[in-house]
């Protein structure tokens, strides 16, 4: 079955960068929709970004449109969350998910366990 594991976080101060990367395995992942979505205390789970495995277009939250990047790699099944400009209110756990249905938010049924991300003032 499908599994993903996901890593990179940490402590990093506002403004710094991070990458997260999901390994993911169980499937060759042609025709998926990986995304990444985080869930700050308190808050609901909220979508970030996704791409498409095969093509590779990607979408974002307007939130962090021109910050974060999306992509992935196939030759070793990983999808990466480039972070930059953080901002403290982007403290959250980060998941990174799978949907073999496409885009839609309520198709994306894998999930990682998440990587605490804790941005600093």
């Known amino acids: 079955q499908v599994q993903l594991a996901e890593s990179g976080g940490g402590l990093v101060q506002a403004g710094g960068s991070l990458r997260l990367s999901c390994a993911a395995s169980?499937?060759?992942?042609?025709?998926?929709?990986m995304g990444w979505f985080r869930q700050a205390p308190g808050k609901e789970r909220d979508f970030v970004a996704a791409i498409n495995w095969s093509v590779g277009s990607a979408i974002y939250a307007d939130s962090v449109k021109g910050r974060f990047t999306i992509s992935r790699d196939g030759a070793t099944n990983t999808v990466y969350l480039q972070r930059n400009s953080l901002r403290v209110e982007g403290t959250a756990v980060y998941y990174c998910?799978?949907?073999?249905?496409?885009?839609?938010?309520?198709?994306?049924?894998?999930w990682g366990q998440g990587t605490q991300v804790t941005v600093s003032s």
């Open positions: 998910a799978a949907s073999a249905t496409g885009w839609r938010i309520a198709g994306f049924s894998y």
């Open positions: 169980g499937s060759t992942f042609r025709g998926y929709t």
